[in-house]
């Protein structure tokens, strides 16, 4: 049947599989701190051409630019500043560039799970998908000597079988879903899973405004000051609502010469309001979870 023929069942029962449960925003955040800023890297790398199927290298090239200047420069900011952050690695590319991911750890940051290979849940079976998302948990957790505790889907896509596989897993959060700006539980079939979602959203995401397809006219293209606005008033709702500012970067998106100062300049604006904690998303999601 098309939509418009199911039965009110059949749409009640679709909507009502991943939702929204209790609010998980803490009056208080540590140290008494007004706001938390989570920054996050999807670091795809090679595996945006390879999960397509694709064969050019010239997309391969960009990945591999995420991994041989984009991570490097990211990690040498946050150095600097003395700022944790969240990098999501597909499987692949942590066994593509496994001294990035060791060297991710040994400075004190997270890595979470982002599939094998970039995949889309959606295209596939749950049995595929489950066998994927279990053994890219253990080849990050070889790698790294740590087991991630936390998941984002590639491309945010939450299959009708992700929650259950998240559960399977054991994982504290979930960061692939956007009915909040603030963390909440997230509820399947009307029963409290116990797992945190840290809430993203596209307007948050560097990729949207700069990337662009090679292969069709349009090229869609925001100006790197435009974006820096959009990103600084983000976090000045966040900090005045006293809430969750969660940021999603890609390694071969934000570390250009014309746009890096994105992020250098918010870190600049973040701690100059000097009421902030920085953190990454597992702590953010353990905090929330036992102070909510």
């Known amino acids: 049947m098309e939509p418009w023929q199911w039965p009110e069942e059949e749409w009640r029962a679709r909507v009502a599989k991943v939702r929204a449960g209790r609010s998980l925003k803490p009056k208080a955040w540590p140290g008494g701190k007004r706001c938390a800023v989570a920054l996050s890297f999807d670091s ?12 050019s290298f010239g997309r391969l090239s ?6 041989r200047v984009g991570v ?7 150095g600097r500043e003395s700022i944790p952050a969240t990098f999501f690695v597909p499987a692949v590319s942590a ?3 496994p001294d990035e991911q060791r060297r991710v750890i040994a400075e004190g940051h997270e890595i979470g799970l982002h599939g094998w290979i970039h995949e889309l849940n959606t295209a596939l079976p749950e049995a595929d998908e489950r066998e994927l998302h279990f053994r890219a948990a253990d080849t990050l957790e070889k790698i790294t000597g740590v087991r ?11 299959s009708p079988a992700t929650l259950k596989i998240e559960r399977e897993l054991g994982l504290l959060y979930d960061s692939s879903l956007m009915a909040d700006d603030d963390p909440y539980e ?7 899973t116990g797992i945190v979602e840290l809430p993203v959203e596209w307007i948050r995401d560097d990729a949207v405004y ?18 820096a606005e959009i990103f600084r008033r983000e976090f000045d709702g966040a900090a005045a609502a006293g809430g969750l500012f969660l940021l999603t970067m890609h390694p071969h998106v934000i ?5 890096f100062f994105i992020l250098e300049e918010l870190i600049a604006h973040i701690k100059a309001t000097g009421d902030v904690w920085f953190a990454t998303h597992a702590e953010i999601a353990a905090w929330v979870r036992d102070n909510a």
């Open 210 to 227: 700069f990337n662009m397809n090679r292969f069709q006219a349009l090229r869609p293209y925001t100006a790197p000051s435009t974006v």
């Open 148 to 158: 991630p505790v936390g998941m984002r889907t590639p491309s945010w896509d939450f």
């Open 186 to 192: 997230i509820v399947e079939n009307g029963e409290p």
């Open 95 to 97: 066994l593509l560039h």
């Open 62 to 67: 960009w990945g591999e630019y995420g991994a």
């Open 72 to 78: 490097p420069k990211i990690l040498d900011l946050l």
């Open 44 to 55: 795809d790398h090679e595996t945006n051409e390879l999960r397509d199927g694709g064969k």
């Open 255 to 259: 570390t250009y010469r014309s746009r």
